[in-house]
């Protein structure tokens, strides 16, 4: 069986059998405590300063944010940056609790539908998990009520994320994840799918210059709710 | 792929004299050297991270048995299938046969230099099965029916006029006469034209940039979102790796996170990185519903062991190549197999023979710049001097060659005889270039100075003037 001869051919060249059981036990015990490494210094700093980094480096990639004062101000938010970019008031969005209990009545003119991304959507509102200062990069893992197909079929992807979401390095993010998310399937915590998203879809495969909109949206927006008194700089 | 390698002499010399690939050279050199050096001073952590990069990657290879066997284990629980594949053609037929299971018609494809290995794309067309590239790079290659040039710049020795041409030509049910105003206008063409066959794919096909042991994730790292459009959209997902993409576990992979854009594009993250475990969950509403990891060693795990196994760090960012004055100055074709540049000099006599890809490793000046810019210090100049005495040893150079050689050591055996002889030669060229600085052609060395010119030597020797100096301390 193919299984057999890699491992074998790995070991023959390791000129040794099948791991001890003691180094066995030893590399269980490092991938249970999953040591973190050197952690730039870069994203060590007060709240407020973490949530601007986050912003600087977003924009520094070609994506935009603004920052709204609580989840009321979401709808009117979105409403403006549609019509800012002549997009129809239309959008897909993710069937996310937090999404579906905004005040969308207030807005008739904003129509749209919780599902997964279609091909020919113009925009979507996905709901953030987290957001990474040290290059402001957005983590958005898969579930039911956060499809992937939300992050890369439209040509705007919009985000909703709470400051309070915001940390400073991808090891904080992934902590966080390690922390609030169950995997029925494995009993662990990874979904299917997690995306890192920093900036927009870009491509510069034609005489090496950057050109944005590859595959992917063409905008990507944050909507930056400001839940973290400590976070106003 | 075929093997072009043997013929690299030529190759190298047809490029020097490819007037469009020098002007797409030039490009290349000016953006890469400068975008990396600006990521690397953003990062004052950037040097102690290639230590680490370094450590983890040698601990992994050390126990990549049992990792690979965690990770197996962990693919199976969430809902995936691990085939183990140790050489290229039972990679094939699993791609193949899991490609034949789903009924697949259309296959797309993120980009993936271990299917170039494979050659995937041949066999699934001899199957009648259509793959489709959809990194825009790999994509007008496809569509010129032309190998990559470069590990994560593809099609950089295009120009845009060959862009232009070559979607003329083959997108010919669009208007004959639109223009293409931009590069743009290129871009939106590709991306209305693989949108389709992003929505229609049966299967998709990725490599992976990472395995994580620890949660049995696949990993890629994108910018255009094209490998994420490939595995997200067809029912069934397949991934593509060799076996040394092992890490053990999500906080290692950060610290290749830091290293591996900005040691290839200058970016401090790349758009999407994308950690995959498994297929579609019960609940979810995307995502494939199956997933299968095809496990590549094809020569890898016979590296271990020998003082090749450095190699087997390489996390494929290309800073080598975009720094190497050689690869600079014949770009990526020369070198005839997928892998060119200095990892691919270390890695191609690996997995075709020495035989076949002698030249690769003596395309060097041992300059050193590959080394000291790879994200996990491969001491890749003492590689390449090992496939130099592999190749002495084994008599594959040629009569001509190994006499120069025999010469040159009969005079470095004998230090008298070896000063003499280079201060004759030192002053019979002062001589002989006198008036000028360069010359342009010597006798017996046409070969050597037909792409280069010899500076006229000072007259005197470095021995000699060694000497002097000491002596005026």
Redesign the interface.
Known sequence: MSRDVILNSIRRGLRRGPLPADQQAMLDSRLAAHPTHIIPARSRLPRAGQVALFIRNLEKEFATAERVPDLDAVPAALADYLAAQNLPPRFAMAPHSELASLPWHRFPMLSFEARRGQGTDQASLQHGFAGIAETGTLMLPSAPERPTTLNLLPDAAIVVLRASAVVGAYEEAWAKLRAASHDALTGGFMPRNVMLVTGPSRSADIEQTLELGAHGPRNLHVILVDDDPEALG | MQVHSPRFKERASAALADAPLQK?LT??RD??QAKRAAAVAG???FE??RD?ARD?KNHTL?????????Y?D?VE???GVVH???TAD?ARAAVLKICQDAGARTVTKGKSMISEELGINAHLEAHGMEPVE????EY?LQVRDEPPSHII????HL??ED?EASFRKSHADLPADRQFHE??D??TEA?TR??DK??TADVGITGANFLI?????SVIVT????G??TQ??PRVHIVLAS?EKMV?????A??F??LLARSA?G?????????????????????PAEYHVV?I?NGR??????EF?DMLRCIRCAACMNHCPVYGAIGGHAYGWVYPGPMGAVLTPTLQGVDKAGHLPNASTFCGRCESVCPVKIPLPSLMRHWREREFERHLQPPVMRRAMGLWGWFAKRPTMYRLATRLGAGTLKLLGRGRGAFHALPFAGGWTAGRDLPVPEGRTFMAEYARRQRAK
């Open positions: 797409a490009r290349f953006g890469f990062l004052p952590e102690a991270l680490v983890i050390a126990n990549l048995d049992a990792y690979l066997e965690r197996a962990k629980r969430a809902g183990w594949c140790s039972d959809t990194d825009l790079g007008i710049a593809p099609a950089f120009n845009r862009w590069r743009r290129i871009l991306r693989l949108r992003f929505l042991a620890e949660t049995g994730t910018n255009e979102g094209n994420d459009l997200t959209l076996i053990p576990t999500l906080e290692d950060c610290v996170m830091r594009t970016q401090d993250l790349s758009v999407y990185t994308t950690f995959s475990t498994g297929a579609r969950r019960a609940e979810d509403l995307d995502g496990l060693d795990s016979g590296m271990l062991g020998t196994q």
